[in-house]
T-cell receptor
Framework: GDSVTQMEGPVTLSEEAFLTINCTYT??????LFWYVQYPGEGLQLLLK?????DKGSNKGFEATYRKETTSFHLEKGSVQVSDSAVYFC?????????????FGKGTSLLVTP | DVKVTQSSRYLVKRTGEKVFLECVQD?????MFWYRQDPGLGLRLIYF???????EKGDIPEGYSVSREKKERFSLILESASTNQTSMYLC?????????????FGEGSRLTVL
């Protein structure tokens, strides 16, 4: 089935550093792509999404662009804050699955230090 | 706002016990999902349901069953709990069966099987 691969963590950055978390996908059709974030002790919440090639999703200073030519959806933020410490999951909608369930990557843990 | 509520945040059960994990959503969503989350493995789909009394297996259904008697409620059942089912269980819902739709997650139920 369709799948995503994201960089392994943990990633440790100093406050105000630039963040990139890589995500590539394998799909037979045209999936939608998502980034979810999980703060400590909480469930997953949607951070941003893109539904077609060249779309850019953005939220809370985070951005990701749907690149069909490189099958990628890398998450970026120009200046991270301590409050961004969380686990980030890349996901795609599985079109081979009749419920369009999301297939998730393994997650990347981010720790931002003051 | 969509609210997905999982009845138990933490459970401790013994091997062989029958375990019920309950999930309720308040937005009249057709689609509901159960995932398990394990370190280094990310989220894996157990079962999903796209209508009342309808269910389909996900990637790892062995040892689990589900029940959807009412639209708002989706239950995950472990008929005979085993230690390898110790995990975080996440319930999610979505309104439409479209590839662009995001999933809304509950806060999770952490199950420990002794």
């Amino acid at each position: 089935g369709d799948s995503v691969t994201q960089m392994e963590g943990p990633v440790t950055l100093s406050e105000e550093a630039f963040l990139t978390i890589n995500c590539t996908y394998t799909a037979t059709g045209y999936p939608s792509l998502f980034w979810y974030v999980q703060y400590p002790g909480e469930g997953l919440q949607l951070l941003l999404k893109a539904t077609k090639a060249d779309d850019k999703g953005s939220n809370k200073g985070f951005e990701a662009t749907y690149r069909k030519e490189t099958t990628s959806f890398h998450l970026e933020k120009g200046s991270v804050q301590v409050s961004d410490s969380a686990v980030y999951f890349c996901a795609l909608s599985d079109q081979q699955n009749s419920g369009y369930a999301l297939n998730f990557g393994k997650g990347t843990s981010l720790l931002v230090t003051p | 706002d969509v609210k997905v509520t999982q009845s138990s945040r933490y459970l401790v059960k013994r091997t062989g016990e029958k375990v019920f994990l309950e999930c309720v959503q308040d937005m009249d969503h057709e689609n509901m999902f159960w995932y398990r989350q394990d370190p280094g493995l990310g989220l894996r789909l157990i079962y999903f349901s796209y209508d009342v009394k309808m269910k389909e297996k996900g990637d790892i259904p062995e040892g689990y069953s589900v029940s959807r008697e009412k639209k708002e409620r989706f239950s995950l059942i472990l008929e005979s709990a085993s230690t390898n089912q110790t995990s975080m269980y996440l319930c999610a819902s979505r309104g439409d069966r479209v590839r662009t739709g995001e999933l809304f997650f509950g806060e999770g139920s952490r199950l420990t099987v002794l």
